[in-house]
T-cell receptor, first 114, second 114 residues
């Protein structure tokens, strides 16, 4: 296992289109996180899963955003009716269930909405 | 809500010298974790060092060490013997003991001059 994998790495879409990103965590990691990072800023938390259960969602996650982790393995993040403000890097991370567990990040999916 | 502030958008240092990156945070909690993450250009974020708030001893990882001042809510990162490979964005992050999300600062871009 080489780490957290995200696909695609880059996505350009027209405003109003739907997009879906995939994240494959490190295989033994029970927790999976999604963050959004805009240019020049630190990542902002969107949501996290423990196994297949989505346990926390940020207010940043509007109704147009939905995340799933159907079998407790990979996760998808879908954005419906994309807006220019959705342009950002979407980062996925995973970790074990331990108090000081390190979160391992993927390389991210860069979304550009034109 | 907790906030993390990195007041230095950019820093530069000569190769082999020492540099300190600043981070302050705001919280009313007594138990929490602090992290420094490194994000090289076009590569994934990796953990540099972490500190548990209940531990008075400052964490050290090879050339990286922190100065944790709990009362002042300050968590600076010192990089000794800077190397070209240290060039990256550095993010300070906070996590509550009972929570899973990381709260990141805005980042500091570190440049290493040969």
């Amino acid at each position: 296992d080489t780490g957290v994998s995200q696909d695609p790495r880059h996505k350009i879409t027209k405003r109003g289109q739907n997009v879906t990103f995939r994240c494959d965590p490190i295989s033994e990691h029970n927790r999976l996180y999604w963050y959004r990072q805009t240019l020049g800023q630190g990542p902002e938390f969107l949501t996290y899963f423990q196994n297949e259960a989505q346990l926390e969602k940020s207010r940043l996650l509007s109704d147009r955003f939905s995340a799933e982790r159907p079998k407790g393995s990979f996760s998808t993040l879908e954005i419906q009716r994309t807006e220019q403000g959705d342009s950002a890097m979407y980062l996925c991370a995973s970790s074990l269930i331990k108090s000081m567990a390190e979160a391992f990040f993927g390389q991210g999916t860069r979304l550009t909405v034109v | 809500a907790q906030t993390v502030t990195q007041s230095q958008p950019e820093m530069s240092v000569q190769e082999a010298e020492t540099v300190t990156l600043s981070c302050t945070y705001d919280t009313s909690e007594s138990d929490y974790y602090l992290f420094w993450y490194k994000q090289p250009p076009s590569r994934q974020m990796i953990l540099v060092i972490r500190q548990e708030a209940y531990k008075q001893q400052n964490a050290t990882e090879n050339r990286f060490s922190v100065n944790f001042q709990k009362a002042a809510k300050s968590f600076s990162l010192k990089i000794s013997d800077s190397q070209l490979g240290d060039a990256a964005m550095y993010f300070c992050a906070y996590r509550s003991q009972g929570a899973q999300k990381l709260v990141f600062g805005q980042g500091t871009r570190l440049t290493i001059n040969p």
